[in-house]
């Protein structure tokens, strides 16, 4: 096998408890990696391997460092690896206090070499547990354990941050309160991350690139918005489809409080003053937000019109809906999104791959 | 009845806090190991091991007595032993107390240790490990600080019942003042030579040592019961 430097590349392929699990896919070194899938799809598993919390046989390279190559009888025992891991429940040390939980791993890491400050001030700031440091962990919330146990994590200096449904035991609100501190993590440190989770839409928000897997394999893997455009995946045809741009402001038109958003093939507007020009946001549009017309309309209440081409349509197996993916800009050279029409609709305008048509989006979500 | 005699009443107290404690030092010493590898262990006969454990619980101390006199005795290996050091037998002797007890209380602190140990299951230990703390270095920072009141508990439970014993000791140790004249089998002597006086303060004390400790596990229960979680 090739690995590069600045890739992550992972093999599994065995049995463990009767599930069989047979993986194999790279990540790059930055930003957040999603492991997502239904439950038993065998996300967790295999993130406890890439732990070594559990053995199969197969291969797990970060970068530079082999801490398992089973041809070569290489396994590195899970607490020679320095790495962070998030349980999914709160897994806080109770005979300790936060404070003492969060040096643990501190203290026993010694001087490893880190790319970020992670200094213990520093971490205790971005995920804004400092007035917690005295106070035992059965005296926190759900939300404030989960951000303990991150900080804990990211103190130990890790090489490579793995999070194992750190929201799946959280209520919604409190979710809604967690999230803009992963979205720190994400922006302020230089660590992949390979973040599993069976809910798209914390996938995206956080993750960059996703690694699809259903029944112990991998489906498909690649950046965020490849594979949600992707006819041949189950995301596009899932009834809260929805499509991710990367998008930074042009302006914003103080007339009437709108943010334009240049995204690749047009300009996005959203409501509100959403920061200064040059600065990058995550947009995401739902599939069900998007219609078509064949001339751009002048009369209509909604703000974006943006040129496209149709790139695909899919039958759902229904019969009275077809998934359109379409990509911006009059040659059809921009992003991809996805919108869900009647098949009547269709039929209508007389819609085919390659159709120029105008993309009607009704609404456009900032989610980062 | 005479007048009492406090050197004959303060030996076998003195004789049986000295046994209690080394026992159940030792019983801590050597019930650890034995509780991490039956709450750990995947190996399918640790319940034969567990059950070997629990076996004082039911036998018939002189039962137990019966076997340890031979093991202790000249001809067993406890009489070897003490052949290294120019004895003859290890029957009869504050050691044979020891190794006696040892083996009978040792369920006392075995199983508390042992649930309480399976009580938090894998997970502090994977959490350890990732955070770069090695199986030994996770046990003491975490597993025993976690077993706290299950070593509390083995702990007292041990020592009282090493207290309470009788049977054993009388079949073992006989009943040498000084050397293996133990509180239970004082009380016994004191009640067959009719010394009631004496007897009603030693079984007196014991009562009240029995409700203190009883009662001292159950407010610890309470107390770690209502900490978790």
């Known amino acids: 096998m090739s690995v590069q430097a600045s890739e992550i590349s992972t093999s599994f392929a065995g049995t463990l408890g009767g599930f069989s699990l047979d993986v194999a896919f790279k990540m790059p070194m930055r930003g957040i990696t999603a492991l997502f899938g239904p439950s038993g799809c065998g996300k967790t598993t295999t993130l406890r391997c890439m732990a070594g919390l559990q053995h199969l046989p197969g291969h797990f390279i970060v970068g530079e460092e082999v801490w398992q190559d089973s041809a070569k009888g290489v396994f590195v025992k899970t607490h020679e690896r320095p790495l962070g891991y998030v349980f999914q429940e709160a897994s806080l040390f109770q005979h300790l206090t936060v404070r003492q939980n969060l040096l643990y791993g501190a203290r026993r890491a010694g001087d490893a070499p880190t790319s970020d400050a992670l200094d213990f001030d520093a971490i205790v700031e971005l995920l804004g547990i400092g007035h917690l440091l005295e106070r035992s962990p059965v005296a926190l919330s759900g939300g404030e354990r989960q951000r303990v146990a991150v900080g804990r994590a990211l103190l130990s200096r890790p090489r490579i941050l793995l999070m194992d449904e750190p929201l799946a035991a959280l209520d919604r609100m409190t979710k809604e309160e967690i999230l803009p501190y992963f979205e720190r993590l994400h922006e302020s440190l230089a660590l992949p991350i390979v973040y599993v989770s069976h809910d798209i839409g914390e996938v995206a928000r956080l993750a960059d690139t996703m690694v699809l897997l259903a029944k112990g394999r991998v489906i498909a893997s690649g950046p965020l918005t490849t594979l949600q455009t992707d006819p041949n995946l189950p995301l596009v045809a899932a009834p809260d489809a929805a499509v991710m741009l990367e998008g930074h402001v042009a302006h914003v038109d103080e007339d009437f409080a709108l943010t334009h958003f240049t995204v690749p093939g047009g300009t996005l507007i959203v409501p509100g003053r959403q920061g200064a020009p040059g600065r990058e946001r995550r947009l995401r549009i739902a599939a069900s937000d998007v219609s078509f017309t064949l001339t751009a309309a002048t009369d209509t209440t909604i703000l974006n019109c943006l040129p496209a081409r149709i790139v695909s349509i899919d039958g759902l197996n229904s019969e009275a809906q077809v998934n359109i993916i379409a990509a911006l800009g009059a040659d059809g050279s921009g992003a991809r999104i996805a919108a869900r029409i009647t098949r009547k609709s269709q039929t209508a305008l007389g819609l085919a791959p390659g159709t120029s048509v105008f993309a009607q989006i009704k609404s456009v979500a900032l989610v980062r | ?229």
């Open chain 2, 1 to 229: 009845m005479g007048e009492l005699n406090f050197a004959q009443l303060w030996s076998p107290i003195r004789l049986t806090i000295e046994l209690a404690f080394i026992t159940t030092i030792l019983l801590l010493i050597f019930g650890t190991p034995i509780a991490w590898w039956l709450a750990r262990s995947k190996a399918r006969w640790k319940e034969a091991v567990a059950t070997v454990v629990a076996m004082p619980l039911v036998l018939p101390p002189t039962v137990l007595g019966f076997y340890l006199l031979l093991l202790l005795g000249p001809n067993g290996p406890g009489g070897w032993i003490a052949g290294l050091y120019g004895a003859r037998t290890l029957a009869f002797t504050f050691t044979g107390l020891v190794i006696g007890s040892v083996i009978y209380s040792m369920p006392f602190v075995v199983q508390p240790i042992r649930n309480a140990f399976e009580a938090f299951g894998d997970r502090p230990l994977e959490v350890a490990a990732t955070l770069r703390a090695s199986p030994w270095d996770a046990f003491w920072s975490v597993a025993v600080p976690l077993a706290r009141p299950g070593f509390l508990t083995g702990a007292i439970l041990g020592f009282a019942h090493t207290i309470g014993e009788f049977g054993v000791i009388l079949m073992i140790g006989g009943n040498i003042p000084g050397q293996t004249k133990v509180l239970s089998v004082a009380i016994y002597d004191f009640v067959e030579t009719q010394h009631w006086t004496e007897a009603h303060i030693l079984a007196g004390g014991m009562v009240v040592f029995s409700f203190a400790v009883i009662l001292a596990t159950m407010m610890l229960g309470r107390r770690y019961g209502q900490q978790g979680r």
